[in-house]
C-alpha cells in the first residue's frame, strides 16, 4: 500500500526520506517519488519501479529541505512515472502526497479543467494540488483545510509549499499520518517503521485532524475548528528489528522468532494462582464479559483465518457460540447487531479499512468491540479502545506468520479467561496454562525440522495446485497453510474441510495433485486417515502433518509436531506450513518478502 514520509529540519532532506521509503518498501508498492523545497522552488523526481529506481534518478547530494516522499500502490491510474507521487499545481509551488481515494475526483477534475487547469496525471490525487493552488489562502493550513472540505474520501496526506519552507501540512481521514518527534526535527510518516530510526516519540493524528508541522514541533487542528491536543507516544520498537539480520528474508526471520514472540504474547498473563489468564488491556468488568451471549471475531485475511482458530477455542473452553466472519464482508451486509453479542477485531496491522470499517459499523450500532492487534497505538486499536497487543514485533514480510501464531494464542488466552469465568475447571484451566507455557520450546522443535521440510518442498516446485485438507480444527489450519503457499509460491492453493471432498473437491484429486492433510491425534484421527485413503485411491500424492505414532497409511510425506492439548494443537501443526511456503515460494524463486499484487496493510476498500 502507499506509503508517505516527510522531514523537516536542519539536515538535508533526500537521504532521510530515501532511507524513509526503503522502510516501506515492505508494504508494497509499484512507484515512488521525492519533492524537496530548495531555494523557494520545488525539485521533484520520481519513477515507477523499486525505491533503487528512483535513487538511480536523484543527482548526487540532491539539496533541500523540508521534503516529502511516497510509494504508490496503484488505484486510479497505472503504475507509470507521472501517476507517481508528489503531484504539484500548475506553477510547482505546491506539493502534495496522498494515500487514499478522492472519491469525488472526476467532478472536482471536470471543475478545476473548466477553469483551465491542465492535468498531469490520472491520478485522483493530483486535484488535491490544484486545489491546495487554488484557495489562495494567507497559509498553508488555511489552503489545506479549505481544499479538504471539498473532498470526499479517504486520506493520509503531507503538503509541502516551495514558498514558505518552515512548514509542512498534514491531515489524516481514514488513512494513517504519524508524527516523529526529533531534536530541532520532525518527520511525517505512515507507518512507524519509516520512524523508528529517528525517533520513538511518536505522534498518532486521528481522523478529521490537521497538524503543522515545524522543526521546532506541532500543532494540532481539527479539520472545522480550532487547536485539539495529540499527545505523543513513545514506541517500543527497535531499529534491529527492522533489518532482516543473518537471515535472507524477513519471512524467515519472522518464522524463526516465533518461540520468542511467543514469550511476549504470555508474559505477564499466565495466573496460575487461580489457573486462568491476565488480560491488562481488555477492561471489561467480569459481569460485563458473562453477559455475552456470542462472540463474533472479525479480520481479513490471516487475521480471519486466526479468528477462525479463536472462534473455535471460545466454544471449546468458555462454551460460547463463537463465529469468525471477514470483515470485510461483514460491512456490506448490514449485519444484525444485537447488544449481547461481544465482538473482536483481529488485525496485525492494526490499520487495515475493511476491519476498521466493521469496527465503526459494530459502535455506531451500540454493540461493544475489543481488538486483538500487533501494533502499538495504531487506528484500529485506538478505535477499539481496548484489547489484546500482541507484542511480537514489526512484522515486515508482506505475508504474516509470527502474528498468526501470536494471535492464536491471544485467544487462547482469552478463551482460558472466559472459560474459567463460565465453567472451565481449575484443573482444566491449569493444564492449559502449563500447555502454553510450553509451546516456545515446541516450536523450537520444529523449526529444527527445516531440512526436512525444505527436503519435502520439492515435491511441490513444479506443482500447478496444491489442496490442503483437515476437519474441525484441522480446518483453519489447512485454511492458513493454502493462503500461505499461494501467497508466496503463486501456487494455486485450495482448502477444503476435510469432511467436504467427496461432495465436490475430489474431482480435483489426480496424480499431478498434491494434497496437504492435517492430521492431528484426536478424535477424528480415523476419520482423516480415511479421507488420505480416499486420496490415494484417485492416485493423489499425499503430505500430512500430524503428531508422533505410527499412521496406518502410506503417505508420501511426513512432517510431525509435538504434541500439546488437544485445544492447542492447531497452533503447532500451522508452524511446518509456513516452512512448507517458504521453501517452496525459494525453489521457485519469488520475491518471497514482497509477493506480486500484494500489500502489507490494506488501507484501501
Ligand atoms: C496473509 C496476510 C494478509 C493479512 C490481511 C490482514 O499472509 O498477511 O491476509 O492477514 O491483509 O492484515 P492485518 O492483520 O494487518 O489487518
Given at each position: 500500500?502507499?506509503?508517505?514520509v516527510?522531514?523537516?529540519?536542519?539536515q538535508?532532506?533526500?537521504p532521510?526520506?530515501m532511507?524513509?521509503?526503503?522502510?516501506?518498501?515492505?508494504r508494497?508498492?509499484?512507484?515512488?517519488?521525492?519533492?524537496?523545497a530548495?531555494g523557494?522552488?520545488?525539485?521533484?523526481?520520481?519513477s515507477?519501479?523499486?525505491?533503487?529506481?528512483?535513487?538511480?534518478?536523484l543527482?548526487d547530494h540532491p539539496?533541500g529541505?523540508p521534503?516529502?516522499?511516497?510509494?504508490?500502490?496503484?488505484?486510479h491510474?497505472?503504475?507509470s512515472d507521472?501517476?507517481?507521487h508528489p503531484h504539484?499545481?500548475?506553477?510547482?509551488?505546491?506539493?502534495i502526497v496522498h494515500n487514499?481515494?478522492?472519491?469525488?475526483?472526476g467532478?472536482?477534475?471536470a471543475?478545476?479543467?473548466?477553469k483551465?487547469?491542465?492535468?498531469?496525471?490520472?491520478?485522483?490525487?493530483e486535484?488535491l494540488a490544484h486545489?491546495?493552488?487554488?484557495?489562495?489562502?494567507e497559509?498553508?493550513?488555511?489552503?489545506?483545510?479549505?481544499?479538504?472540505?471539498?473532498?470526499v474520501?479517504?486520506?493520509?496526506?503531507?503538503?509541502?509549499?516551495?514558498?514558505?519552507p518552515?512548514?509542512?501540512?498534514?491531515?489524516?481521514?481514514?488513512?494513517?499520518v504519524i508524527?516523529g518527534?526529533g531534536?530541532h526535527?520532525m518527520?511525517?510518516a505512515s507507518d512507524v517503521?519509516?520512524l523508528?530510526?529517528?525517533t520513538?516519540n511518536v505522534?498518532h493524528?486521528?481522523?478529521?485532524?490537521v497538524?503543522?508541522?515545524?522543526a521546532?514541533g506541532?500543532?494540532?487542528f481539527?479539520?472545522?475548528?480550532?487547536p485539539?491536543?495529540?499527545?505523543?507516544?513513545?514506541?517500543?520498537?527497535?531499529?534491529?528489528?527492522?533489518?532482516?539480520?543473518s537471515?535472507d528474508?524477513?519471512?524467515r526471520k519472522?518464522?524463526?522468532?516465533q518461540?520468542?514472540?511467543?514469550?511476549?504474547?504470555?508474559s505477564?498473563r499466565?495466573e496460575?494462582?487461580?489457573?486462568?489468564?491476565?488480560i491488562g488491556?481488555?477492561?471489561f468488568a467480569?459481569r460485563?464479559?458473562?453477559?455475552?451471549r456470542?462472540?463474533?471475531?472479525?479480520g481479513?485475511?490471516?487475521?480471519?483465518?486466526?479468528?477462525?482458530?479463536?472462534?473455535?477455542?471460545i466454544?471449546?473452553?468458555a462454551?460460547?457460540?463463537?463465529h469468525a466472519?471477514?470483515?470485510?464482508?461483514?460491512r456490506?451486509r448490514?449485519?444484525?447487531?444485537?447488544p449481547d453479542?461481544?465482538?473482536i477485531a483481529?488485525?496485525?496491522?492494526?490499520?487495515?479499512?475493511d476491519?476498521?470499517s466493521a469496527?465503526?459499523e459494530?459502535?455506531?450500532?451500540?454493540a461493544r468491540?475489543f481488538?486483538i492487534?500487533?501494533?502499538v497505538?495504531?487506528?484500529i486499536?485506538?478505535?477499539?479502545?481496548?484489547?489484546?497487543?500482541?507484542?511480537?514485533g514489526?512484522?515486515?514480510?508482506?505475508?504474516s506468520?509470527?502474528t498468526?501464531?501470536s494471535?492464536?494464542i491471544?485467544?487462547a488466552?482469552?478463551?482460558i479467561y472466559l472459560?474459567?469465568?463460565?465453567d472451565?475447571s481449575?484443573?482444566?484451566?491449569?493444564r492449559?496454562?502449563?500447555?502454553l507455557a510450553?509451546?516456545p520450546?515446541?516450536?523450537?522443535?520444529?523449526l529444527?525440522?527445516?531440512?526436512?521440510i525444505a527436503t519435502?518442498?520439492r515435491a511441490?516446485?513444479?506443482?500447478r495446485?496444491a489442496?490442503?485438507?483437515?476437519?474441525?480444527a484441522?480446518?483453519p489450519v489447512?485454511?492458513e497453510g493454502a493462503?500461505?503457499l499461494?501467497?508466496?509460491s503463486?501456487?494455486?492453493?485450495?482448502?477444503?474441510p476435510?469432511?467436504?471432498?467427496k461432495?465436490?473437491?475430489l474431482?480435483?484429486?489426480?496424480p499431478?495433485t498434491?494434497?496437504v492433510?492435517?492430521?492431528?491425534?484426536d478424535?477424528?484421527?480415523a476419520?482423516?486417515?480415511?479421507?488420505?485413503?480416499?486420496?490415494?485411491a484417485?492416485?493423489?500424492?499425499t503430505y500430512?502433518v500430524?503428531?508422533?505414532?505410527?499412521?496406518?497409511?502410506?503417505?508420501?510425506?511426513?512432517i510431525?509436531?509435538?504434541?500439546s492439548?488437544?485445544?492447542?494443537?492447531?497452533?503447532l501443526?500451522n508452524?511446518?506450513?509456513?516452512?512448507?511456503?517458504y521453501?517452496?515460494?525459494l525453489?521457485?524463486g519469488t520475491d518471497?518478502?514482497?509477493?506480486r499484487?500484494?500489500?502489507?496493510s490494506v488501507?484501501?476498500e
Open positions: 500500500m502507499c506509503g508517505i516527510g522531514y523537516i529540519g536542519e538535508q532532506a533526500a532521510i526520506l532511507e524513509g521509503l526503503h522502510r516501506l518498501e515492505y508494497g508498492y509499484d512507484s515512488a517519488g521525492i519533492a524537496l530548495t523557494g522552488e520545488l525539485k521533484v523526481f520520481k515507477k519501479g523499486k525505491v533503487r529506481d528512483l535513487e538511480r534518478l543527482p539539496k529541505t521534503g516529502i516522499a511516497h510509494t504508490r500502490w496503484a488505484t491510474g497505472e503504475p507521472r501517476n507517481a504539484c499545481d500548475a506553477r510547482n509551488r505546491y506539493a487514499g481515494i478522492v472519491e469525488n475526483a467532478a472536482l477534475r471543475q478545476l479543467e473548466a483551465g487547469v491542465v492535468f498531469r496525471s490520472e491520478t485522483d490525487s486535484v486545489l491546495i493552488a487554488a484557495m489562495d489562502a497559509t498553508l493550513i488555511e489552503a489545506v483545510r479549505g481544499a479538504l472540505r471539498l473532498v474520501g479517504t486520506y493520509g496526506l503531507a503538503v509541502l509549499d516551495s514558498k514558505r518552515d512548514t509542512i501540512v498534514v491531515a489524516r481521514n481514514g488513512s494513517p508524527l518527534i531534536e526535527e518527520f511525517v517503521s519509516a523508528v530510526r529517528h520513538q505522534v493524528l486521528d481522523d478529521g485532524d497538524a503543522v508541522v515545524r521546532d506541532y500543532e494540532t481539527t479539520l472545522d475548528g480550532g485539539i491536543v495529540r499527545a505523543p507516544l513513545m514506541i517500543d520498537w527497535q531499529v534491529e528489528s527492522l533489518s532482516k539480520g537471515f528474508h524477513f519471512m519472522e518464522i524463526a522468532e518461540p520468542e514472540a511467543i514469550r511476549r504474547v504470555l505477564g499466565l496460575s494462582r487461580f489457573s486462568t489468564t491476565h488491556g481488555l477492561e467480569a460485563e464479559l458473562l453477559e455475552a456470542r462472540i463474533k471475531i472479525l481479513c485475511g490471516s487475521a480471519y483465518i486466526a479468528g477462525c482458530v479463536g472462534a473455535q477455542l466454544e471449546q473452553l462454551r460460547l457460540p463463537a466472519e471477514p470483515a470485510s464482508e461483514f456490506y448490514n449485519p444484525v447487531i444485537e453479542t461481544l465482538y483481529v488485525s496485525q496491522s492494526g490499520e487495515t479499512f476491519t476498521l469496527v465503526q459494530v459502535k455506531r450500532k451500540g468491540v481488538g492487534v500487533n501494533v497505538g495504531s487506528t486499536a485506538r478505535e477499539c479502545g481496548r484489547g489484546i497487543y500482541l507484542h511480537a514489526p512484522e515486515v514480510a508482506v505475508v506468520t509470527k498468526f501464531t494471535t492464536a491471544a485467544f488466552l482469552f478463551a472459560g474459567r469465568l463460565r472451565l481449575a484443573a482444566n484451566g491449569a492449559l496454562l502449563t500447555a510450553a509451546l520450546a515446541q516450536v523450537e522443535a520444529i529444527a525440522q527445516e531440512q526436512k519435502l518442498a511441490f516446485a513444479n506443482t495446485d489442496y490442503f485438507v483437515g476437519r474441525a484441522g480446518f489447512a485454511m493462503l500461505k499461494k501467497e508466496v503463486y501456487i494455486h492453493a485450495e482448502a477444503y476435510a469432511s467436504e471432498l461432495h465436490g473437491p474431482a480435483l484429486i489426480a499431478e498434491p494434497t492433510i492435517v492430521l492431528p491425534r478424535e477424528l484421527f476419520k482423516n486417515t480415511s479421507t488420505i485413503e480416499e486420496i490415494r484417485r492416485r493423489g500424492p500430512v500430524t503428531h508422533p505414532g505410527t499412521l496406518p497409511v502410506t503417505v508420501d510425506g511426513v510431525e509436531v509435538p504434541k492439548e488437544p485445544e492447542l494443537d492447531p497452533i501443526l508452524i511446518p506450513l509456513q516452512l512448507l511456503a521453501h517452496v515460494a525453489a521457485r518471497i518478502d514482497q509477493p499484487n500484494l500489500a502489507k488501507t484501501v
